[in-house]
């Protein structure tokens, strides 16, 4: 059983920055991939980002490239989400998840445990 607690959201106008932090217990993290996932109101959950196990592979959504970047911290049983030049239709509720097999990261469906969630709201 993994907890995980997304935290670092809040309000931030175009162009800042926010990082997100997702921190586990009850397991490591180091054997799991992790994925950032985000939800906006009326949307379906879409993919932002995903990092193995090791860190040594990533993978971004094409409208996050250049600006976000994940990463993880196996020590501190951590992943981040650092997410540069925010704009306005980055807003949405962000949940990072599990993933013990590094296969079809993009879908939601596998992936193992979820977070509550941390909401990034973007004004113009």
């Known amino acids: 059983q993994v907890q995980l607690v997304e935290s670092g959201g809040g309000l931030v106008q175009a162009g800042g920055s926010l990082r997100l932090s997702c921190a586990a217990s009850?397991?490591?993290?180091?054997?799991?991939?992790m994925g950032w996932f985000r939800q906006a109101p009326g949307k379906e959950r879409e993919f932002v980002a995903v990092i193995s196990s090791g860190g040594g592979i990533t993978y971004y959504a094409d409208s996050v490239k250049g600006r976000f970047t994940i990463s993880r911290d196996n020590a501190k049983n951590t992943v981040y989400l650092q997410m540069n030049s925010l704009k306005p239709e980055d807003t949405a509720l962000y949940y990072c998840?599990?993933?013990?097999?590094?296969?079809?990261?993009?879908?939601?469906?596998?992936?193992?445990?979820w977070g509550q969630g941390t909401q990034v709201t973007v004004s113009s």
């Open positions: 998840a599990t993933k013990r097999v590094f296969a079809a990261v993009r879908v939601t469906s596998t992936y193992d445990y």
């Open positions: 009850g397991r490591t993290l180091s054997s799991y991939g």
